[in-house]
């Protein structure tokens, strides 16, 4: 089964509220038009913000009636106090940013835990597209390499070990392949797209 472009956003979305407690204070960063916020809200009643840099996608939020900050994530969150809020998002966004080690850690600092997901590179149909000589395009990956917004491409493995440099805890992890079904076996290989729940490791 393949998902069309709405059911897959639907399932991503789903996922994610599994890990968010109704009434929680959220942010969502690269939060695009607004669509997992206003998801949230409706499913979930959560109050909170977005966060976009694109003129075009804070009007999205603003039809969509999310409250929208639009600031440089990349520049951290100096705006927010620590803890002032439950769960920070950053949904298929973290493969477009430059600062990945500074948006966690300014994500844990403003939130008790923090969502992320991305498509994962080492994905078995990357993998092939690699061996045949050609930059993968998928599902998850949907972009050709002279027009893909992702600067960053990166693997659960590298992940992992970039969390545990940075003392974040993997709370739980989700891999689905393509047709949207949960991986159990060798997620590195089998995943295409990661979701994580993290925190700081106790100290």
Known sequence: MNFTAKER???DFAVIARWIPPGERVLDLGCGDGRLLRYLRET??????????????????IRNGVDVIQIDIERGLSGFEDHSFDHVIISQALQAMHATERILGEMLRVAEEAVVSFPNFAYQTNRKAIASGHMPV??????????????????????????????IEVRERLAFDEAGQPVADDPNLNGSLAFYRLGRKPA
């Open 9 to 11: 956003e639907r399932f």
């Open 44 to 61: 979930k009643g959560v109050v909170g913000y977005g966060v976009e840099i694109d003129h075009e996608r804070v009007l999205g939020c």
């Open 138 to 167: 998928s599902e998850d990956l949907p972009y050709e390499w002279y027009d893909t917004p992702n600067v960053r491409f990166f693997t659960i493995a590298d992940f992992e070990a970039l969390c545990d440099k940075l003392g």
